[in-house]
């Protein structure tokens, strides 16, 4: 079971970015996945949560800016990042719901991929 | 949204001794919380779910207990390797507002 993030670079602000998050060894689709990030020496913050049926939910920080969404033939979850801002340069990690209670807790974290937004 | 506070923000312990964290929630969360443990360049590691159950795979001198707006983790016997940020977080809201504590640095003392 992995999760393999890619897609973080350096942006300017008010730019876009794609971050995919590849799974193996479990089906995306089937799973309560989520966005978390962490700004340089800082802590935690949630960013977004798809749940199996498809409902997306956001932080007020990135609402209307940031998109979730995954591809089932690619086993592979995405997050849209529009009208990047200075605040959103962090670590970028992809996570899997518990699978083995109901609880939104994340057993399965990938690596991580870092984005820098600044001019 | 409910808001989590961690203390301590540091916490110096000598390799053997017990640690214990807490994380406080600015109103009930029920039981609807986890511990996190994370390594400096290492993504998160989830400890505890449901306030006190370990995940799997994770040693018994870790342990979660509380309810309502007052948790704590405690390491009954601190190793080497347990000495890391570890953070709490909340899942009670609903529309889904996953709120993490600030976090508690273990250090060597």
């Known amino acids: 079971v992995q999760l393999v993030e890619t897609g973080g670079s350096l942006n300017q602000p008010g730019g876009s970015l794609r971050l995919s998050c590849a799974a193996s060894g479990f089906t995306v689709s089937s799973n309560y996945m989520a966005w978390v990030r962490q700004a340089p020496g800082k802590g935690l913050e949630w960013v977004s949560v798809?749940?199996?049926?498809?409902?997306?939910f956001y932080a007020d920080s990135v609402k209307g800016r940031f998109t979730t969404s995954r591809d089932q033939s690619k086993n592979t979850l995405y997050l849209q990042m529009n009208s990047l801002r200075a605040e959103d340069t962090a670590m970028y990690y992809c996570?899997?719901?518990?699978?083995?209670?109901?609880?939104?807790?994340?057993?399965?974290w990938g690596q991580g991929t870092m984005v820098t937004v600044s001019s | 949204d409910t808001v989590m506070t961690q203390s301590p923000a540091t916490l110096s312990v000598s390799p053997g001794e017990r640690a214990i964290l807490s994380c406080r929630a600015s109103q009930s969360v029920d039981i609807n919380l986890a511990w996190y443990q994370q390594k400096a360049g290492q993504a998160p590691r989830l400890l505890i779910y449901?306030?006190?159950i370990r995940a799997t795979g994770i040693p018994a001198r870790f342990s979660g207990s509380g309810s309502g707006t007052e948790f704590s983790l405690t390491i009954s016997s601190l190793e080497s390797e347990d000495f890391a940020v570890y953070y709490c977080?909340?899942?009670?809201?609903?529309?889904?507002?996953?709120?993490f504590g600030g976090g508690t640095k273990v250090e060597i003392q």
């Open positions: 977080q909340q899942y009670n809201d609903w529309p889904p507002s996953l709120t």
């Open positions: 449901r306030a006190s």
């Open positions: 996570a899997r719901g518990i699978v083995v209670a109901s609880d939104d807790a994340f057993d399965v």
């Open positions: 798809i749940y199996s049926g498809g409902n997306t």
